[in-house]
């Protein structure tokens, strides 16, 4: 057990501090890299101010930066207020709230059964009143709530608990209404995973025993397996007005948020006609599941009233970019297109709920941009062009959109990044996983059950690997193109334009490339960093996630890029 | 990406220098921001304490710049917090207990407040601790002991504008035209005043006018005090009027068709939405005495958090009119909402329906019907002529209601309220109950029963005594809602009638 990073009396000192101390002392210690005492007390605030959404938010930004080496009750109530924030990205907190977990005495029932060998092992060593006041904790079930908990072990034992909580309610001897909370929990954990456990022969058969029956356990636990929105049974209950708690909550994301992207899906303008082969087969990939799912986001500390100025998001999916953007700058007019229907009603019905009316949302083809006549300050198209057949082709489309001056946030996949993809990919077509839930649920079940040490195994390091449709995208995808440096080269070059630097950079890579070539401090030359990529193969693990723009117009941004620039919000290439 | 400081300081290492060089600029700079303080330059002063308190931390003169100037600005935590520092560092510190005292009242815990001024002032008599106890003292329904306080801190300084002003006005009663305090206040104005102590003193003169029946001269002063307090706070006429325009226009029936904002879902808020005077104090006290409703009166987190984060994208092409903050910093609705209930819950311990009065409510009733899409709304509309002379009448706490000093500009103001409270009504039907002063006054049980129907509560008989109910009350109504319902202020307008010609005039369509 190693040592508690804070003692109760410091904390209970910091608790007598009135608030704008707090924050005072929290942003000086923060500024000199004090991570750990900045946390102390920023949780000290968080108790004192359980609903301060600012207070969550420097939690979050300090937990993101410590290692969590002991357990205090205070961390534990200051994540669970902290999970309850509407502005940050829970998932900041999930190493922090796993090894608190891990160290929590409450837990070690739980936890313990980490170590069983398989399904039998793990059947004999449960024992569900030890472990009952474990999954009733409220830090355990918003953590599976909240996190997308990107964890093997964990999913093990998870997956583990669904089977037992199965097999349980099939006896009817052990579960009651009281255990609802945790069993909504479970279940809405499975959901944001969207399945992507295996389930035994077995399972399956007692799920179909349970698939019609309509009392709220039962609701719940076939949510641990199946989405709910196409049970007769649970469209009844969902819409049943005295509905509370945790069932609510439940089937507001299995019925009530389905029902009304179904809605807005019938009103989705089209934009442009799709008639290219591939774009029919992707648009189609992506129809069943929205893709990527995600559910809050950091939203800035602060808001850029610049003056108006147009975005357009080519490949928007889900459209968590564009709701971002389109609050953070709230004169800005942003465009997204997709060619899913389901991703972009998905979009629709995140920006209504924030508010976000400067968005606008259409079906369309990148192929066919050319039949919109707008032009904009900003194209964002990020994951997209390299899932085209002729990216070339998308790619003329996009610049032939950018208003004179106007910037390109482009991201491609590196072949030297994706390297371990690659391999996944062998893998799959050599032994024939298909692109639907079962080929995938059965290729991760595969990787999983790889040892710890195989390299094919690094890609359960990646949270995309975690759930279903971006686990689709990360290895499963029917195109993709790999760039190197040299093609990016190329590419630029085929339509003119100008790299103006990577983005997204950590402070860390910007101090190790510019300590190699000292006489490049812009960091644009792409020479150099096809040298350092080679020499640091993962740099581009997650893209090229570059800005560029039309030749001859470096110097000469376009006026409503330029107050975007201005505000610093996004980081192009390197600020000097 | 820059991280947002809240509280807008720049962070000051705080270092231990005991350094004697480092004490000597401490002291240097101590007397410029002294100065600075004495002529209530706060903006000006902060840096500099906050540069003492980097020299010297536990510099007790910057600390207690430091306590007065956060108490100034409204920050009583912080001010509280530093002024126990000093009472902890050295707890001899003359007047420590006095600037405690004084905070507490500001933060409105009265009782507190009582408990730590009585001992300080007997051993330090202090003209400004005096009047803090004194307003404690009637914020608690304590009269004579909020009346003797006064008196005490008018022994110490006995011309001062405003301690007269609060006696003549709330604790004390002419009865006779040679009461000696005409000659006093006679005296005092022929002194040329300051606008904002020239206004107290005719404010004074006005209620001792009205109190022996001298209405033409009453009238008189109140004109004069009116017009003098408009210029000290420099109201800018027409700026709140074309503001709740704009509010009307951006919350037009068609954004409310066509947006799906996502508030926070409860159905404890209850608005008040009505004009200064109209009897929402009232209304609020009637509804507190309910078990299952708390009143937490006048507040103002609802409008710091609106205009403070709120923010939407332009509509239809207008601007977001509630968003009134430089700093950058935003919230979505459903955060405002989580932020307001739970200090909602904390002040109204939790009841079912927790009711809050603040004039502004009328302004921010489109977003906070978007932030609680379960909240309800009462209006309480009274009669113009009655309501605005009492407008007029009141001295308001500092630049606030500064439409109420003039009285054809308080006619527009009525009806530019009026245009804004009918489009609430249409934009969110079957959210607002309307009630009248005047019904209250006359029936009171019936409205009651009407309004917990609206709010689907069960009747008590609690509503109807409701003056029983022990809480403080700071706001200018404090007076009257600690008696029975009395009907005397209905048609008061009338002694004033020859008077109010350009209000009468302004009120027309």
């Known amino acids: 057990m190693l040592t508690q990073t804070i003692s109760p009396l410091a904390m209970a000192s910091l608790q007598d501090l009135p608030g704008n101390e707090l924050v005072r002392r929290f942003n000086d210690l923060f500024s000199r890299s004090q991570f750990e005492p900045a946390f102390d007390v920023a949780c000290a605030e968080v108790m004192r101010y359980p609903a301060l959404e600012y207070a969550a938010k420097r939690a979050a930004l300090a937990v993101q930066k410590i290692e969590m080496r002991g357990f205090h009750p205070l961390y534990k109530q200051a994540i669970v207020h902290c999970f309850q924030a509407l502005t940050i990205e829970h998932r900041h907190f999930m190493f922090a709230w796993l090894a608190l977990m891990t160290f929590d005495p409450l837990h070690r029932p739980l936890m313990n059964l980490m170590d069983a060998e398989d399904e039998n092992d793990f059947d004999r060593k449960i024992d569900w009143k030890t472990i009952r006041p474990c999954v009733m904790d409220p830090f355990f079930q918003l953590g599976i709530r909240k996190l997308m908990v990107a964890d093997i072990p964990f999913e093990l034992l998870l997956t583990r608990l669904r089977r037992f909580v199965l097999t349980a309610h099939k006896t009817g001897s052990i579960l009651t209404a009281d255990d609802l909370p945790f069993l909504c929990a479970l279940s809405e954990y499975f959901y944001e995973h969207e399945y992507a456990a295996i389930e035994t022969p077995s399972e399956t058969d007692l799920i179909s025993g349970i698939s019609e029956k309509s009392d709220d356990i039962s609701l719940a636990v076939l949510g641990c397996y199946r989405l709910l929105h196409p049970y007769p049974q649970a469209q009844k209950r969902a819409l049943d007005k005295n509905l509370s708690g945790d069932i609510k909550t439940l089937l507001s994301f299995h019925v009530i948020d389905r029902n009304e992207e179904a809605d807005i899906k019938k009103n989705i303008p089209a934009l442009t006609t799709i008639d290219d082969a591939i774009s029919k087969n992707v648009a189609d990939m992506y129809e069943d599941n929205p893709y990527p799912r995600w559910r809050g986001f950091d939203l800035p500390p602060v808001l850029y009233p610049v003056p108006r100025s147009e975005i357009l998001v080519a490949g928007c999916g889900t459209s968590k970019w564009v709701v971002q953007t389109a609050m953070t700058f709230p004169n800005v007019h942003i465009t997204g297109i997709d060619l899913s229907r389901s991703s972009i009603a998905y979009g629709v019905r995140s920006a209504r709920q924030v508010g976000a009316f400067n968005t606008y949302f259409a079906q369309g083809d990148i192929l066919k941009l050319d039949q919109m006549d707008k032009q904009f300050d900003l194209i964002e198209s990020s994951g997209v062009l390299h899932h085209m057949k002729d990216p070339d082709a998308g790619f003329k489309q996009v610049v032939g959109r950018l208003k004179p001056g106007g910037r390109m946030f482009i991201a491609l996949y590196s072949e030297l990044g994706r390297q371990s993809i690659v391999e996944c990919r062998k893998l799959i077509a050599e032994k024939g996983f298909s692109i639907t839930p079962e080929g995938m649920r059965q290729f991760r079940a595969d990787i999983i059950s790889l040892p710890d040490e195989d390299p094919l195994k690094q890609i359960a390091m990646r949270r995309d690997f975690f759930s279903l449709s971006e686990c689709r995208d990360l290895v499963f995808h029917i195109q993709e193109t790999r760039y190197t440096i040299e093609d990016l080269k190329n590419l630029l070059n085929r339509h003119n334009l100008t790299f103006l630097g990577f983005r997204e950079q950590a402070k860390a890579l910007q101090e190790k490339y510019i300590s190699l070539y000292p006489d490049d401090p812009r960091m644009t030359n792409l020479d150099n960093w096809e040298k350092f990529e080679q020499a640091f193969p993962l740099t581009f693990a997650n893209m090229y996630q570059f800005v560029c723009c039309r030749r001859e117009e470096e110097n000469t941004p376009s006026e409503g890029f330029a107050q975007i620039d201005a505000c610093k919000f996004f980081s192009i290439g390197r600020t000097i | ?509």
């Open chain 2, 1 to 509: 990406m820059t991280y947002l400081n809240l509280s807008g300081q720049t962070p000051t290492q705080h270092m231990m220098d005991q350094d004697a060089h480092a004490k000597a600029e401490a002291g240097r700079l101590y007397d410029i921001a002294k100065g600075h303080i004495d002529r209530e330059e706060y903006k000006t002063a902060n840096p500099i304490i906050e540069n003492i308190l980097t020299l010297h931390p536990t510099h007790i003169g910057a600390m207690e710049l430091k306590a007065i100037s956060a108490y100034t600005f409204g920050d009583t935590e912080t001010a509280l917090y530093i002024a126990r520092e000093i009472k902890k560092l050295q707890p001899l510190y003359p007047g420590v207990d006095i600037l405690i005292g004084r905070i507490l009242v500001k933060a409105e815990q009265y009782p507190e407040a009582v408990t730590t001024l009585e001992p300080a002032l007997a051993k330090q008599p202090y003209d400004e601790g005096f009047s803090a106890l004194s307003r404690a003292y009637f914020y608690l329904g304590q009269k004579p002991k909020a009346e003797e306080s006064l008196r005490r801190a008018m022994a110490i300084t006995p011309d001062k504008a405003e301690h007269i002003y609060m006696y003549l006005s709330y604790l004390y009663q002419v009865t006779e035209t040679n009461d000696p305090h005409f000659a006093r206040l006679h005296k005092l104005i022929s002194e040329s005043p300051t606008d904002m102590n020239s206004a107290y003193l005719h404010y004074a003169l006005f209620k001792a006018f009205q109190d022996i029946g001298d209405y033409d001269r009453a009238f008189e002063s109140l004109q004069v005090g009116a017009h003098a307090k408009r210029k000290a706070i420099h109201h800018q006429s027409g700026h709140l009027e074309r503001w709740m325009d704009d509010i009307r226009t951006y919350f037009s029936a068609d954004f409310f068709e066509n947006q799906h904002i996502q508030g926070y879902d409860t159905e404890q808020p209850v608005f008040i939405l009505g004009m200064p005077r109209s009897g929402t104090t009232l209304l609020e006290q009637i509804l507190h005495a309910h078990p299952d409703i708390s009143g937490i009166g006048e507040e103002r987190r609802l409008s710091e958090l609106i205009t403070e984060f709120s923010s939407l994208p332009e509509y239809d092409g207008k601007p977001y009119p509630l968003r009134r903050s430089r700093s950058g910093a935003y919230l979505p609705p459903q955060a405002i909402g989580r932020e307001y209930m739970h200090f909602m819950n904390k002040t109204g311990n939790s009841a079912k329906r927790i009711v809050s009065k603040s004039i502004a409510h009328r302004l921010w009733a489109g977003m906070s019907s978007l932030i609680f899409p379960g909240a309800r709304y009462i209006h309480i509309h009274r009669d113009p002529m009655d309501m605005c002379l009492s407008c007029f009448a009141t001295n308001f706490t500092g630049a606030a209601q500064g439409y109420t000093y003039d009285l054809a500009e308080l006619g527009t103001h009525y009806k530019t309220h009026t245009r804004l409270i009918a489009h609430w009504n249409d934009v969110l039907p079957g959210r607002i109950l309307n009630v009248r002063y005047e019904d209250i006054v006359k029936d009171t049980e019936t409205q009651a029963r009407r309004i917990l129907g609206f709010l689907n509560l069960p009747w008590d008989d609690r509503c109807l005594e409701f003056y029983k109910a022990e809480k403080s009350v700071s706001t200018a109504s404090v007076d009257q809602v600690r008696q029975p319902i009395y009907d005397r202020s209905v048609g008061r307008w009338k002694k004033y009638e020859k008077h109010l010609a350009p209000l009468i005039e302004a009120l027309k369509e």
